[in-house]
């Protein structure tokens, strides 16, 4: 989603800027802009586009500032245009950059105007620069405009404001968008995600909703919502600047997916021993609460959701309680019926997917149980709000299609199982089972990562085509869907799942000889059951392409061609069935030329609803 970073320093803060923009391109974008303080003068420089070209507008119209703000817009309100993109600029006096959205900026913007304001974008942000003006107008200081102005906002911002009235000041503020501040030697810095400042800082503190920042120079001051002087807690980050690079790698996409089989080992890295998943991996009230849970409620968005619905195959059928799995921002409207004794479990790799984050608040209204926070964002506004918390250590995931994120995620909810389970009275030699078969993860995934090339033939048959059918039954349907998503994400292939069951419901009738069809058909329960579906796809002259345990499952298909995973253990076959499917997603994505890494329309962290 949109990214902010600005500086105040005793240096050209230019660079430092751009190099910060840089570092959030992988949030996803389509303009970018500065804007800085000269000599009492705000100059700016907006691009349709990659922050590249940002860098060449500079080179022709270099700016030079101690002061400056800087924004990658993702539109909402507005199309990609230049005139929308920001910062936006009031009378020359006032700049500002903006995550999130104002709801009741129709109003704002007609009251605005009938004070004489004139609109030059179709942005819900242009309001937020013509109100402080307007307070500034009144005689209110700098601070007292910005924090009126923010009184009259309706909805999610992440703000940063500079005025040519007060040269070497950054305003910033927050309310359900996230902003850090990041600490230098005498300079200070603002950001929306860790990742823009680490090659300037690695010392952070985490704004809270309602928080104003008030930055002079070489002095920081935060106030809360009332205007009250606060101090907020300083961090030191563990993000590593090293950690975002692609190294030999043509793609962040590839790179993290043949990451996996490390960030499945670092997220079972101090959670296993003698045979047990530890509890206390879930933070010191974790058994306290976890005996009295009687029910799970899993809220999620996109890959997440398709990680919760996974779980609740394994939640039900090993840890024996009811499970429930909804999408977000569906859930935050349905008012569902709370019951305190269901642990809410919200999944997020950022931590700061704004349905989620609004889900758990919602949840926490309605009188829900307990909530738990797998997420991969130690730092993140979900793990913050959260009782529990399960990080899922797999180090910074830069493409917008989730890869490593994902199979940590299912690792993690398979962890919770366990917990769950024993509780529940599962037994020790049961536990120990699952246990063992989590160890063996890594060594699976290195063994499925060697089908790389294999892969990459198979995905040549997909060049011309527009549509594909994913089939799978039992817990391997959400990880069907999880196929359809990769390669609709990233190839702009149309692509859908089904379990393969429903396919005489309707499907079928999509069938021809010029559809693929890939079926996830690991050597389980209900194999026979698919291998009977795919008959019906045989019949009507379907394509079949096959992830099967080895070739001989399939002996009765010699027209399918068949991608052999070899013998995995059932429980964790979910995991890595998933990771085929990812490298079909990229091999047919640089096919057909797409952005792996940014797909068009597509943001890494979706912070507005």
Excluded at 168 to 182: H, V
Excluded at 564 to 575: Q, Y
Aim: aromatic content about 6%; overall charge negative; proline content about 4%.
């Amino acid at each position: 989603m949109c990214g902010i970073v600005g500086a105040v320093a005793k240096r050209n803060v230019v660079p430092i800027l751009i190099e910060g923009l840089k570092r959030l391109e992988y949030r996803g974008y389509d303009s970018a802009g500065l804007a800085t303080l000269n000599e009492q003068k705000l100059e700016r420089q907006r691009v349709i586009g990659k922050v590249s070209e940002l860098e060449t507008a500079l080179k022709d119209n270099p700016l030079s500032s101690h002061l400056g703000i800087a924004h990658t817009r993702w539109a909402t309100h507005g199309k990609p245009t230049k005139k929308n993109a920001h910062p936006h600029i009031s009378n020359d006096d006032i700049a500002v950059v903006h995550n999130g959205i104002i709801e009741n900026y129709s109003q704002l913007r007609q009251s605005l105007e009938i004070q004489g304001y004139q609109f030059n974008s179709e942005t819900d942000t242009e309001v937020i620069v013509h109100q402080i003006h307007y307070h500034l107008a009144q005689g209110h200081d700098f601070y007292a405009a910005v924090q009126a102005t923010i009184q009259v906002l309706e909805g999610t911002y992440a703000i940063a404001v500079i005025s040519s009235k007060v040269p070497n000041r950054l305003l910033a503020a927050r309310s359900g968008s996230p902003l850090i501040i990041g600490i230098g030697i005498d300079e200070y810095f603002i950001a929306s995600d860790i990742a823009a400042l680490i090659s300037v800082t690695q010392r952070v503190i985490f704004l809270e909703d309602g928080d104003i920042v008030d930055i002079q120079g070489d002095q920081c001051r935060i106030f809360d919502l009332d205007g009250e002087a606060v101090q907020r807690p300083e961090h030191l980050s563990q993000y590593q600047a090293d950690a975002v690079e692609r190294g030999e790698y043509r793609h962040y996409m590839h790179k993290e997916i043949f990451e996996q089989s490390r960030a499945l080992t670092d997220t079972l890295e101090g959670r296993i021993h003698n045979g047990r998943v530890l509890e206390a991996a879930f933070g010191p009230k974790a058994q306290a609460i976890f005996e009295n849970i009687e029910a799970v409620q899993i809220v999620a968005c996109g890959t997440s959701y398709h990680a919760g619905l996974t779980a609740r195959y394994w939640i039900e059928s090993l840890a024996k309680l009811p499970c429930r799995v909804e999408i977000a921002s569906e859930f935050r409207y349905r008012k569902p019926l709370a019951n305190p004794k269901t642990l809410l479990v919200t999944l997020s790799q950022s931590g700061e997917t704004a349905d989620t984050l609004a889900a758990l608040a919602e949840a926490k209204r309605l009188g829900f149980g307990p909530s738990l926070a797998i997420c991969n964002v130690p730092e993140s506004s979900i793990v913050r709000a959260s009782d529990l918390v399960l990080m899922t250590h797999a180090g910074p995931e830069i493409g917008v299609a989730s890869t490593k994120a994902f199979t940590t995620q299912l690792l993690s909810l398979l962890m919770l199982t366990v917990i769950l389970g024993r509780h529940a009275g599962m037994s020790a030699a049961f536990e120990e089972k699952i246990v063992t078969a989590m160890l063996s993860l890594p060594r699976h995934i290195k063994n499925v990562l060697t089908l790389n090339e294999p892969i990459k033939q198979l995905a040549e048959q997909f060049a011309k085509k527009e549509h594909a059918l994913f089939l799978g039954r039992g817990i391997h349907f959400p990880i069907a869907m999880e196929g359809a998503l990769k390669l609709k994400e990233i190839s702009y292939i149309h692509a859908e799942a089904y379990p393969a069951g429903e396919l005489k419901h309707g499907p079928l009738a999509l069938v021809d000889a010029k559809m693929p069809v890939i079926a996830v058909a690991p050597n389980d329960d209900l194999q026979e059951k698919l291998k009977s579906n795919l008959q019906e796809v045989h019949a009507r002259e379907g394509q079949l392409y096959i992830f099967a345990n080895h070739r001989a499952i399939m002996q009765d298909f010699d027209y399918i061609q068949v991608i052999e995973i070899g013998e995995v253990d059932e429980i964790i076959s979910p995991i890595v069935y998933t990771i085929p499917l990812q490298l079909l997603a990229y091999h047919v994505a640089l096919i057909k030329g797409t952005d792996v890494d940014q797909p068009r329309n597509l943001a890494k962290s979706v912070t507005v609803e």
